[in-house]
Nanobody
Framework: QVQLVESGGGLVQAGGSLRLSCAAS????????MAWFRQAPGKDRDFVAR????????YYADSVKGRFTISRDNALNTVFLQMNSLKAEDTAVYYC?????????????????WGQGTQVTVSS
């Protein structure tokens, strides 16, 4: 059974930092491209960042570029999202997702597996 479990969310003041983790089980983690998405109340689920199977290539949404860093540790079956200089508009539920064949790109419905999400709230 495939499971993606996010952790690390919480309440932080604007300008602060959080580090999200997503632990995978039931999959060959290194075979999957991993990504982070976020969804604010009443809005669509938006792409945040994506990382290749080896971790050597990353891609970010313009809104988080320079502030967020995605990384992975294949030995730990975990993907991370370091979030710095947080803004109120970063408030959302953050989800990790796994893409087996590499074609999902920025499209949520193309991802194979999802975590349950972790809430990030940034107070201004």
């Amino acid at each position: 059974q495939v499971q993606l479990v996010e952790s690390g969310g919480g309440l932080v003041q604007a300008g602060g930092s959080l580090r999200l983790s997503c632990a995978a089980s039931g999959v060959t983690f290194s075979s999957y491209i991993m990504a982070w998405f976020r969804q604010a109340p009443g809005k669509d689920r938006d792409f945040v960042a994506r990382i290749s199977r080896s971790g050597g290539n990353t891609y970010y949404a313009d809104s988080v570029k320079g502030r967020f860093t995605i990384s992975r540790d294949n030995a730990l079956n975990t993907v991370f999202l370091q979030m710095n200089s947080l803004k109120a508009e970063d408030t959302a539920v953050y989800y990790c997702a796994a893409d087996r064949d590499g074609r999902a790109l920025l499209t949520p419905k193309m991802y194979d597996y999802w975590g349950q999400g972790t809430q990030v709230t940034v107070s201004s």
